[in-house]
């Protein structure tokens, strides 16, 4: 794509609304605004920067369209390093639609997905962990993802990055320095290789810190997998319900309702679910329907937590024992639905408390206990202290595979070094090590890297 000529595109969700952004960038920018705007004001001599100019914007025939306000911030102030014009209509989709389309009327071109923050990340407004922050902030489900989104979007990942690079960076001009006067290049550079080990360990341990931050809190931006399972007419589609508060599945007195799998999200004070409602466990009368119990197998087994429901009313059958027994007592939550109807068993309770499974009783229908439930889940989630700090840096997938690399490269360091490899040898695993990290913060960077990471923005971001 070219990345010199004009933008524009509409940086406001589509649909009905108060007010829709028009965001134009590049060269022309104050040119096109000039050219379709007409202020309300009689002496209006042209944008004055970072002000807000109240107007109408014209078609090409020059009929009033829109009544507007509109802003000019020139480069390198703008949000992405160059002339930036933002036009603020009235949000329906017809008029945001055409006042976008007068523009481009004017010689500029429709911006592709990302490419405002692309400019960004080219004009050095920012690095590229703060303009996948920006994707990470617009998609955050909860406030503990827009958190994490928050402290990448304020530099703080990158300078931890950085700092850790630089460290390494600083250890390879010493070692290719003494190299260079050295004439026994095996122990070139190495005078002091416990001060060297102690210098790598703190690399490691902060690489370290980041890769277990991935892997404590990686699922807070994108949800945690916590599935509904058990027999068919268990209640798994009326406790789905309930949770959502509306009729998101359907329940009839026929069992076998739900046929593969329903999706929602749920926000459990600050902690993103994908709750799934699986098809109920039973023989599958077709193809289809065979299809559907196969595919809710792989979720449940794929699933942080697995809630098998059955109705307490009745004795614990034996698929639902098996179900609890293959999950295994680390993911699953037995929850006892029909409370209404009547109690748990002895023989039920003594069962589960002898295969160390959790079990709790809930009413679908009355909605008795399913608060309780909630809650439990969310503490199983993320009980033992897993909820990240404020402010806590968390990779993204990217971000993590180049930080495994660059560990990797440092064990390789440490075990060469260990084994009385040369320096030049040595000097490989720092030079890959330093490159990794480089990658993380978009120092160094493909032009593939660049289009699939903004290629996943929104238009007119």
């Given at each position: 794509?070219?990345?010199?000529?004009?933008?524009?595109?509409?940086?406001?969700?589509?649909?009905?609304?108060?007010?829709?952004?028009?965001?134009?960038?590049?060269?022309?920018?104050?040119?096109?605004?000039?050219?379709?705007?007409?202020?309300?004001?009689?002496?209006?001599?042209?944008?004055?920067?970072?002000?807000?100019?109240?107007?109408?914007?014209?078609?090409?025939?020059?009929?009033?369209?829109?009544?507007?306000?509109?802003?000019?911030?020139?480069?390198?102030?703008?949000?992405?390093?160059?002339?930036?014009?933002?036009?603020?209509?009235?949000?329906?989709?017809?008029?945001?639609?055409?006042?976008?389309?007068?523009?481009?009327?004017?010689?500029?071109?429709?911006?592709?997905?990302?490419?405002?923050?692309?400019?960004?990340?080219?004009?050095?407004?920012?690095?590229?962990?703060?303009?996948?922050?920006?994707?990470?902030?617009?998609?955050?489900?909860?406030?503990?993802?827009?958190?994490?989104?928050?402290?990448?979007?304020?530099?703080?990942?990158?300078?931890?990055?950085?700092?850790?690079?630089?460290?390494?960076?600083?250890?390879?001009?010493?070692?290719?320095?003494?190299?260079?006067?050295?004439?026994?290049?095996?122990?070139?550079?190495?005078?002091?290789?416990?001060?060297?080990?102690?210098?790598?360990?703190?690399?490691?341990?902060?690489?370290?810190?980041?890769?277990?931050?991935?892997?404590?809190?990686?699922?807070?931006?994108?949800?945690?997998?916590?599935?509904?399972?058990?027999?068919?007419?268990?209640?798994?589609?009326?406790?789905?319900?309930?949770?959502?508060?509306?009729?998101?599945?359907?329940?009839?007195?026929?069992?076998?309702?739900?046929?593969?799998?329903l999706e929602e999200?749920?926000?459990?004070?600050?902690?993103?679910?994908?709750?799934?409602?699986?098809?109920?466990?039973?023989?599958?009368?077709d193809d289809v329907?065979?299809?559907?119990?196969?595919?809710?197998?792989?979720?449940?087994f794929g699933a942080?937590?697995?809630?098998?429901?059955?109705?307490?009313?009745?004795?614990?059958?034996?698929?639902?024992?098996?179900?609890?027994?293959?999950?295994?007592?680390?993911?699953?939550?037995?929850?006892?639905?029909?409370?209404?109807?009547?109690?748990?068993?002895?023989?039920?309770?003594?069962?589960?408390?002898?295969?160390?499974?959790?079990?709790?009783?809930?009413?679908?229908?009355?909605?008795?206990?399913?608060?309780?439930?909630?809650?439990?889940?969310?503490?199983?989630?993320?009980?033992?202290?897993?909820?990240?700090?404020?402010?806590?840096?968390?990779?993204?997938?990217?971000?993590?595979?180049?930080?495994?690399?660059?560990?990797?490269?440092?064990?390789?360091?440490?075990?060469?070094?260990?084994?009385?490899?040369?320096?030049?040898?040595?000097?490989?695993?720092?030079?890959?090590?330093?490159?990794?990290?480089?990658?993380?913060?978009?120092?160094?960077?493909?032009?593939?890297?660049?289009?699939?990471?903004?290629?996943?923005?929104?238009?007119?971001?």
């Amino acid at each position: 794509m070219d990345t010199t000529d004009t933008i524009a595109a509409v940086a406001t969700p589509l649909g009905q609304g108060g007010i829709g952004i028009i965001r134009i960038s590049g060269p022309l920018s104050r040119d096109v605004g000039l050219a379709v705007f007409s202020s309300a004001r009689s002496r209006f001599a042209g944008f004055q920067p970072y002000v807000l100019h109240h107007g109408w914007i014209l078609d090409h025939e020059g009929r009033s369209v829109d009544e507007v306000l509109v802003s000019y911030m020139p480069g390198p102030g703008s949000y992405t390093g160059e002339d930036v014009l933002e036009i603020n209509c009235h949000g329906g989709p017809a008029v945001v639609q055409y006042v976008l389309e007068i523009c481009l009327r004017r010689g500029i071109r429709m911006a592709e997905p990302g490419e405002f923050t692309l400019r960004a990340f080219l004009n050095g407004r920012m690095d590229l962990t703060q303009a996948e922050s920006v994707a990470e902030m617009v998609s955050a489900p909860t406030t503990m993802g827009l958190d994490m989104a928050a402290a990448k979007l304020a530099g703080r990942f990158r300078g931890k990055v950085e700092e850790l690079r630089e460290t390494l960076e600083g250890l390879r001009a010493e070692i290719a320095a003494d190299m260079d006067f050295s004439e026994e290049e095996e122990i070139a550079g190495l005078a002091d290789p416990q001060g060297v080990l102690e210098r790598i360990g703190r690399v490691e341990s902060g690489v370290g810190e980041l890769l277990d931050n991935f892997r404590r809190h990686h699922c807070l931006r994108e949800g945690m997998p916590v599935i509904l399972a058990g027999k068919v007419n268990a209640g798994k589609s009326s406790l789905l319900n309930a949770i959502l508060g509306r009729a998101r599945a359907i329940v009839t007195h026929e069992p076998g309702t739900t046929r593969d799998y329903l999706e929602e999200v749920v926000n459990l004070q600050g902690v993103p679910v994908r709750l799934t409602d699986t098809a109920g466990i039973r023989t599958a009368r077709d193809d289809v329907e065979q299809a559907g119990l196969q595919q809710g197998r792989e979720l449940i087994f794929g699933a942080t937590l697995v809630c098998i429901l059955f109705d307490q009313s009745l004795p614990l059958d034996e698929d639902t024992q098996e179900l609890i027994q293959e999950v295994g007592q680390e993911r699953a939550l037995a929850v006892g639905n029909k409370a209404d109807l009547g109690p748990l068993s002895p023989e039920a309770r003594d069962w589960l408390a002898h295969n160390g499974v959790e079990y709790l009783s809930i009413s679908a229908r009355t909605g008795q206990g399913v608060d309780f439930f909630l809650e439990r889940v969310r503490q199983r989630l993320v009980g033992g202290g897993s909820e990240p700090a404020e402010g806590e840096l968390v990779p993204n997938i990217r971000q993590r595979d180049k930080l495994d690399k660059a560990l990797a490269e440092l064990t390789g360091f440490r075990q060469g070094l260990e084994q009385g490899l040369p320096a030049d040898v040595l000097l490989t695993h720092l030079e890959a090590a330093c490159d990794h990290l480089a990658e993380v913060t978009g120092r160094i960077s493909t032009e593939e890297v660049l289009d699939r990471v903004f290629s996943s923005f929104c238009i007119g971001k």
